[in-house]
């Protein structure tokens, strides 16, 4: 009985700690923030000496005003966070180009740009136009400036498919502005870093339920039909007759 009871009880505390699981570790706003300045810092080393030159110039004018106007000590305890403010302005200005160096040349960047803007701007997820071959795509917004037609690829090659589909959408949306960007680094291309900016610039003609006429309109367009794999077509594959018999 007593050895039974020693097993039993030394069973229930080898359990105990598999039971009790770890939990996960809450992540802060800082550690946010310290990814981020890592991130930053591997794209550009010199972003430490920027945010450093901004804090330390911020607070010598502080002190400077200080000096000049009054008691040093209340300037400079109103010069430190308005330093941190562009230090941390300084960050994020070299982190949204760091990210954007991290995805420039990958299929789908130009989305993900796009996926920044703001003001009412909504852009489909997948591209409205494909060239498979050569990884171009044309992806679609609406807003209150219209339709906005956003190429990715070459200028030389592009250029057809997003005319292409500026085409199908004046068709069907005759009085509504249409507008075509091409993102890329070639000439009279709009670079990554500087796309989300372009859109949210554009001029707003429409009120909000005419953008949500447009949207519903454009959804009966649909989106781009991918192509089948070659290989065996589903519509005239055979089904396994002596299979389907057990043998």
Same mark, same amino acid.
């Given at each position: 009985?007593?050895?039974?009871?020693?097993?039993?009880?030394?069973?229930?505390?080898?359990?105990?700690?598999?039971?009790?699981?770890?939990?996960?570790?809450?992540? /802060?706003?800082?550690?946010?923030?310290?990814?981020?300045?890592?991130?930053?810092?591997?794209?550009?080393?010199?972003?430490?000496?920027?945010?450093?030159?901004?804090?330390?110039?911020?607070?010598?004018?502080?002190?400077?005003?200080?000096?000049?106007? *009054?008691?040093?000590?209340?300037?400079?305890?109103?010069?430190?966070?308005?330093?941190?403010?562009?230090?941390?302005?300084? +960050?994020?200005?070299?982190?949204?180009?760091?990210?954007?160096?991290?995805?420039?040349?990958?299929? *789908?960047?130009?989305?993900?740009? +796009?996926?920044?803007?703001?003001?009412?701007?909504?852009?489909?997820?997948?591209?409205?136009?494909?060239?498979?071959?050569?990884?171009?795509? &044309?992806?679609?917004? &609406? *807003?209150?400036?219209?339709?906005?037609?956003?190429?990715?690829?070459?200028?030389?090659?592009?250029? /057809?498919?997003?005319?292409?589909?500026?085409?199908?959408?004046?068709?069907?949306?005759?009085?509504?502005?249409?507008?075509?960007?091409?993102?890329?680094?070639?000439?009279?291309?709009?670079?990554?870093?500087?796309?989300?900016?372009?859109?949210?610039?554009?001029?707003?003609?429409?009120?909000?339920?005419? &953008?949500?006429?447009?949207?519903?309109?454009?959804?009966?367009?649909?989106?781009?039909?991918?192509?089948?794999?070659?290989?065996?077509?589903?519509?005239?594959?055979?089904?396994?007759?002596?299979?389907?018999?057990? /043998?």
């Amino acid at each position: 009985m007593t050895m039974a009871r020693t097993s039993s009880g030394g069973d229930a505390r080898n359990d105990a700690p598999a039971a009790k699981q770890k939990k996960p570790k809450k992540r /802060r706003w800082y550690h946010q923030l310290w990814d981020v300045y890592q991130m930053t810092r591997k794209q550009n080393p010199l972003v430490t000496w920027w945010m450093l030159a901004a804090f330390v110039g911020v607070v010598a004018v502080a002190l400077l005003i200080g000096v000049l106007t *009054g008691p040093w000590i209340y300037a400079l305890v109103i010069g430190v966070p308005f330093a941190v403010l562009a230090a941390m302005f300084i +960050l994020s200005r070299s982190a949204e180009k760091a990210a954007y160096t991290q995805i420039a040349g990958q299929p *789908g960047a130009a989305r993900a740009a +796009l996926g920044t803007v703001r003001g009412g701007w909504t852009f489909e997820d997948e591209p409205v136009a494909v060239d498979a071959r050569n990884q171009d795509f &044309v992806f679609r917004g &609406v *807003g209150r400036a219209g339709v906005v037609l956003v190429s990715e690829g070459p200028a030389h090659r592009v250029g /057809r498919l997003l005319e292409q589909e500026r085409k199908k959408v004046s068709r069907i949306l005759s009085n509504v502005p249409v507008t075509v960007i091409q993102c890329g680094d070639g000439e009279g291309q709009v670079p990554l870093t500087k796309l989300a900016r372009t859109v949210t610039r554009l001029k707003s003609t429409l009120t909000r339920a005419e &953008v949500t006429e447009v949207s519903k309109r454009l959804k009966a367009i649909g989106g781009v039909k991918l192509p089948i794999p070659k290989g065996i077509d589903p519509t005239r594959a055979r089904p396994d007759r002596k299979g389907m018999r057990g /043998r």
